[in-house]
Structure formats: structure tokens, C-alpha cells
């Protein structure tokens, strides 16, 4: 029976990584310590049915097998205390605060992972512009922005002189 379990769950963390590889150029993921989760006694049974580490396996390595992109972002990093509209950072947010009052800076009011979910996607368009290293295609590629020189001919007197001739 927890044999057929584990099947139905790797098989549904496979089919939906392969899906998100196929569907997606770029993948934005947050870093999460399963070690830690898994010390609270109540939610450590549903955490670890979830296959949160395998996920992020599956993940990279379709990504490095279809030359896809994953961008991970850490665990440190305020998702969900930052407010998407105006930036300000709610330090006094709690855990089983799910959802966040009117911001005093912008008025906006926000469902907690809602907001954590833009702000994840926002951290990480900001890494990959950045240009840090991340995994792809198999390597790790540096995503850097170089200006490219556009060549201009530059005329000596001499030329311009015969042309008006």
C-alpha cells in the first residue's frame, strides 16, 4: 500500500515538472529548508508527503535536459512580508498571519501567498537580469548584458574634402 503511494506521487511530481519544462523558458523556484519544515510535529507529515525536494530535483534536471532555465530564489529572501505594490517590508508579519491588513504605505491589501507569489517572480527576474549564475542547459551560464559597439565609420578630412569636389 505505501509502495503504490510513493508511485502515485512521484508519478503526479514527474508529469507536472514535465509539463512546467515544456510550458515554461524560465522557472522561478524558492529555496525552502524541508529540515526545518519538518520540525513542527503537526504539518511534518503533510510536508513530507508533498515531495517538496524531489520537485526541485525533477525540476533541474528537465531544465538542464530541454536547455531550460530554473532561478532559485533563497529562503531568506521576504516574499511574503514584502508588500508587490509599494516594497515596504511588514517585519511584524507572523506565520499563521494569512492575510495581510491594509498596507499604511500604499492601501493595498493582500492575500499573503498571492503576494509572495509576485514577489518570488519579481526576485527572480531581478536575479536573472543581474546576471548570477544559474543552471542551464546542462552548465552553469553567466547572464550577462553586454553592450555591443556598433561600428561607425569615421571620415578624415581628406574624404570629406574630395567628396565636395
Not at 15 to 20: A, I, P, Y
Not at 30 to 37: A, S, V, Y
Not at 112 to 123: C, K, L, P, Q, S
Not at 124 to 133: D, K, Q, Y
Request: with cysteine.
Amino acid at each position: 500500500m505505501h509502495q503504490r503511494v510513493i508511485d502515485i506521487r512521484t508519478d503526479f511530481l514527474q508529469k507536472l515538472s514535465t509539463q512546467l519544462v515544456h510550458e515554461n523558458q524560465v522557472i522561478f523556484v524558492e529555496t525552502l529548508r524541508i529540515k526545518n519544515m519538518l520540525k513542527n510535529r503537526r504539518l511534518a507529515p503533510a510536508i513530507s508527503d508533498a515531495g517538496f525536494g524531489d520537485f526541485i530535483r525533477m525540476l533541474e534536471y528537465k531544465c538542464k535536459w530541454y536547455g531550460r532555465t530554473l532561478i532559485k530564489v533563497d529562503t531568506f529572501f521576504p516574499s511574503s512580508k514584502l508588500c508587490c505594490v509599494c516594497r515596504q517590508k511588514n517585519a511584524e508579519l507572523k506565520l499563521q498571519d494569512r492575510w495581510k491588513g491594509p498596507n499604511p504605505e500604499c492601501q493595498t491589501e493582500h492575500q499573503r501567498d498571492e503576494n509572495a507569489v509576485v514577489n518570488i517572480f519579481v526576485e527572480g527576474l531581478r536575479i536573472l537580469a543581474e546576471g548570477r549564475s544559474v543552471s542551464a542547459c546542462g552548465g552553469t551560464v553567466r547572464l550577462a548584458c553586454e553592450l555591443k559597439h556598433v561600428p561607425v565609420k569615421q571620415e578624415t578630412s581628406l574624404e570629406t574634402s574630395s567628396h565636395a569636389a
